[in-house]
Nanobody, 126 residues
Framework: QVLLVVSGGGLVQPGGSLRLPCATS????????IGWFRQASGKERAGVPCASRGGVIYYEDSVQGRFTIARDNGRNTAYLQMNSLLHKDTAVYYCAATQRGSVWFQLLRPATYDYWGQGTQVTVSS
C-alpha cells in the first residue's frame, strides 16, 4: 500500500520557519519524482518546489530563496524547509510522488503525480 504522510504544519508568525516531513512507504522513493504543492483557500492547487529523482530541483518564483526541498532516500522521507514565511504562504501543503515527468513544467503540474499525501495546514499569522 502506497502511503505519503505529511506532518509539521501549524501556526507560525511571519518571518518564521517550518519544516514539513513527508514520510513515504509502499514504493522506492529513490526511483520517484517528489513534488510539493499547496492549495490556499479558494484557489487551485499549485506547485511549490519540486524535486526530480535525478536531483534537479525546480522552484516556483515566489518561494525561490526561501523554500528548500530535500530527500533522504534511506529513510524514504522528503522534506520541505520553509523560511521567511509570509502571509501569502498560508495554505494546505501536500507532497506527491510519481515516476512520470522529466521537465520542470511537468513536475510543477499536479496531474503528473500518481501518489498524494493527505496535506497539512500551514497558517502564517501574527
Amino acid at each position: 500500500q502506497v502511503l505519503l504522510v505529511v506532518s509539521g504544519g501549524g501556526l507560525v508568525q511571519p518571518g518564521g520557519s517550518l519544516r514539513l516531513p513527508c514520510a513515504t512507504s509502499g514504493f522506492t522513493l529513490e526511483h520517484h519524482n517528489i513534488g510539493w504543492f499547496r492549495q490556499a483557500s479558494g484557489k487551485e492547487r499549485a506547485g511549490v518546489p519540486c524535486a526530480s529523482r535525478g536531483g534537479v530541483i525546480y522552484y516556483e518564483d515566489s518561494v525561490q530563496g526561501r523554500f528548500t526541498i530535500a530527500r533522504d532516500n534511506g529513510r524514504n522521507t522528503a522534506y520541505l524547509q520553509m523560511n521567511s514565511l509570509l502571509h501569502k504562504d498560508t495554505a494546505v501543503y501536500y507532497c506527491a510522488a510519481t515516476q512520470r515527468g522529466s521537465v520542470w513544467f511537468q513536475l510543477l503540474r499536479p496531474a503528473t503525480y500518481d501518489y498524494w499525501g493527505q496535506g497539512t495546514q500551514v497558517t502564517v499569522s501574527s
